[in-house]
């Protein structure tokens, strides 16, 4: 499956963005999805995942409560709505999807990635 994600750009800290990423298959639904960012000299670092059907969503604790992962199986779609942004939320932030739900927190437990969308919030 190929992912495609948008919705990055520079934003002020306080301020909101919304991510989408969009997969080229329409067995999307039988995709688990996470979100991942990485930002420069680090590794990259689990915000969220989202089980198949979107009942079940999880977020890595610097993200908690400002951050919601969604997805929308008709559309091919899940999304990442980032409020209260801080500047060490400046990523360049990536999709991914894998079959199964277990240790979803690894990035290397992921089948498939996008090519990323830069935020960047300004202090």
């Known amino acids: 499956v190929q992912l495609q994600a948008s919705g990055g750009g520079l934003v002020q800290a306080g301020g909101s963005l919304s991510l989408s990423c969009v997969a080229s298959?329409?067995?999307?639904?039988?995709?688990?999805m996470g979100w991942f960012r990485q930002a420069p000299g680090k590794e990259r670092e689990f915000v969220a995942a989202i089980s198949w059907s979107g009942d079940g969503t999880y977020y890595g604790d610097s993200v908690k409560g400002r951050f919601t992962i969604s997805r929308d199986n008709a559309k091919n779609t899940v999304y990442l709505q980032m409020n209260s942004l801080k500047p060490e939320d400046t990523a360049v932030y990536y999709c991914?999807?894998?079959?199964?739900?277990?240790?979803?927190?690894?990035?290397?437990?992921?089948?498939?990635w996008g090519q990323g969308t830069l935020v960047t919030v300004s202090s």
């Open positions: 991914a999807a894998k079959f199964d739900s277990g240790s979803y927190y690894y990035p290397d437990r992921y089948d498939y």
């Open positions: 298959r329409r067995t999307f639904s039988r995709y688990f």
